[in-house]
């Protein structure tokens, strides 16, 4: 019996965090939009490379928890079309809140999870823009900043190394509408496409 109750209070008090906080780092892949006008079509987005952010998490239910994310990614603007191809430097900040949906409770150490959230995306550019500009009779990269809608979706796996140390891995799609203070269509030109940023991510946290 005195080995039972001891058993349950271990677990109680190992696996009864209720808040979390972490660091993730990972890589963003775009599948990016693209610009249509009399010159011709070009394929306007952003670079391919590392992202890395932080969590706040409250994890006070079974199934149910929820973290306020930031990530940085440092992809720059391009466009391009065959041969041709111009940059400029820029970066990406975005925040937002996921709800987690956990197949296992939160006395369990591996813990799978759906995850889906909203928040705000901020693009910016940190360099001048090409000269000479490398499609304008197509599109033209635009020095600036821009304020998109994000949303979230995606899933992954904690698993609890001991009582208060968590590592998860875990995969997130990053869906913005199409950033157009940042790639301006030549005259009777239009842009097209849902920015993705697919981005693999592992990342440790603390909790308590």
């Not at 006008?37 to 670079?47: E, M, N, R, V």
């Not at 391009?80 to 809140?97: D, F, K, M, P």
């Not at 296992?104 to 000479?132: C, D």
Request: aromatic content about 16%.
């Amino acid at each position: 019996m005195g080995w039972r109750l001891a058993a349950f209070f271990w677990t109680t008090t190992c696996f009864a965090q209720q808040y979390e906080v972490g660091a993730t780092v990972g890589y963003g892949a775009y599948r990016n939009g693209s610009v249509t006008a009399p010159g011709g079509t070009a394929t306007a987005g952003f670079g391919n490379t590392f992202v890395a952010g932080a969590i706040a998490g409250e994890d006070r239910y079974q199934h149910i928890s929820g973290e306020l994310r930031y990530l940085y990614q440092d992809g720059d603007p391009f466009v391009s079309t065959g041969s041709t191809r111009g940059s400029i430097r820029g970066q990406s900040h975005a925040v937002h809140y996921d709800v987690l949906f956990h197949l296992k409770n939160r006395q369990a150490r591996l813990r799978p999870y759906a995850a889906a959230g909203a928040g705000v995306k901020y693009f910016r550019t940190t360099g001048p823009a090409p000269s000479p500009q490398p499609l304008p009779s197509i599109v033209t990269l635009a020095p600036g900043s821009q304020f998109r809608w994000l949303i979230t979706a995606g899933g992954g796996v904690k698993y609890r190394i001991d009582k208060h140390f968590l590592v998860r891995g875990e995969f997130l799609d990053y869906i913005t509408p199409f950033p157009k203070k940042l790639f301006v269509p030549a005259k009777n030109g239009a842009d097209s496409g849902i920015f993705n940023q697919f981005t693999p991510m592992f990342g440790v946290s603390y909790s308590f």
